[in-house]
């Protein structure tokens, strides 16, 4: 995940690792340092040993400033610790939590087949070659409002299971992961030259972090004013939905004076 994230020049993470015993290697995260992110990831956090009160500092910069939350768990991860502090936030209710392990194959839900985070740059028939990922045999259920991007696929048979999970919650967005083991897609050159994980996790970001305010298409003049017989200028930049420039697009504009209507 850092890896992916350090490959992207306009992105600076910073990384917190707590030590089993309670203690920070590097120093603790403060709520400022939540407050002023414009996105919050958290890998394999919490376990059983780690605190509450970090989940707490999360919730509130969520509901203070609306910063986007990325889960992606490990074999480790603890649902009655993570449920203490973010309960409110999450995607998915956790309907049963057991710390069996198991492999799934990740299966593209049909309503997600145009969504930014798993179309930008991924073909379709990619997600049918791709080995099985690792999950607990917890079992999770969607909320009001959230949209189940993948599913699980065990021997052959489809769930209703989440793998992949979204939500908006007012300005705020969660992406949340059930299960884990990306890498082992990443090990599957035959999908993409194994670059599908790290496609997945930019698309990821770069979804999370794009407020909803933000236009995909916007039309400006190149300056307020014009003098009479000047020519008009206006400037349009077209956006698909995960904000990537879209070139040659065709724009149409429709100019009104009076009951003259004139398209350009």
């Known amino acids: 995940l850092q890896r992916e994230l350090e490959k992207d020049k306009n992105i600076g993470a910073r990384l917190y690792v707590q030590r089993g015993g309670g203690g920070w290697y590097d120093g603790a995260p403060s709520a400022k340092r939540f407050l002023d992110a414009d996105v919050v990831m958290l890998a394999g956090f919490p376990t059983a040993r780690n605190d509450v009160g970090v989940l707490r500092l999360i919730a509130e910069a969520m509901e203070k400033k609306a910063v986007p939350l990325f889960l992606l768990p490990a ?4 649902y009655t610790t993570l449920r203490q502090g973010l309960d409110t936030w999450l995607p998915y209710e956790i309907v049963q939590s057991r710390p069996n392990e198991t492999e799934v194959f990740f299966e593209r839900s049909e309503a997600a087949r145009l969504d930014p985070i798993l179309a930008t740059g991924i073909p379709p ?6 080995p ?12 009001a409002g959230a949209e189940m991007l993948g599913t699980m696929k065990l021997n052959n048979i489809s769930f209703n299971e989440p793998l992949l999970i979204s939500r908006k919650l007012g300005r705020g967005k969660v992406l949340a992961w059930t299960a884990y083991g990306l890498w082992r897609w990443e090990l599957a050159y035959d ?8 496609r997945l996790i930019s698309n990821a970001v ?3 972090t794009t407020r909803e305010g933000d236009k995909q298409v916007r039309i400006t003049p190149a300056k307020e004013f014009f ?3 000047e020519e008009v200028e206006l400037f349009a930049q077209v956006y698909n939905a995960s904000y990537e420039p879209v070139d040659n697009a065709a724009v149409s504009v429709t100019v009104t004076r009076g009951e003259e209507t004139r398209e350009l």
Do not use: I, Y
């Open 191 to 198: 999908v993409l030259d194994g670059e599908l994980p790290g």
């Open 75 to 78: 074999r480790t991860t603890d």
């Open 132 to 143: 099985p990922l690792f999950k607990p045999e917890s079992s999770f259920r969607a909320r």
């Open 125 to 130: 028939e990619a997600w049918a070659k791709l």
């Open 227 to 229: 003098d009479s017989g």
């Open 206 to 208: 770069r979804w999370l």
